[in-house]
């Protein structure tokens, strides 16, 4: 299937990907090093990320598993589906 040659191209290739990655992510560290401030924004995004699944999670249990769900005239995405 595949010869040897092949093989030890393919290897050489995932090795220098693998180097690229390893220079880029020294680079990426020495930027943060320099600039603090650069992780202020993945913090935010990550707490605003987890409010936003917070409002979703309580307004499905008070939809679909609440009181509002049972009352009487209420239809609800899950029985129209």
Request: overall charge positive; cysteine-free.
């Given at each position: 299937m595949f010869g040897r040659l092949e093989i030890a191209i393919a290897e050489a290739i995932m090795f220098q990907r693998?180097?690229?990655?390893?220079?880029?992510?020294?680079a990426s560290?020495?930027?943060v090093k320099l600039h603090p401030k650069l992780l202020l924004l993945p913090v935010?995004?990550?707490i605003a990320f987890l409010a936003l699944i917070a409002v979703v999670c309580i307004g499905a249990?008070?939809?679909?598993?609440?009181t509002i769900a049972s009352s009487?005239?209420?239809t609800s995405l899950a029985s129209v589906l």
């Open positions: 693998i180097g690229r990655g390893w220079e880029m992510a020294k560290w020495s930027v935010f995004s990550g249990l008070t939809t679909f598993g609440g009487p005239g209420f």
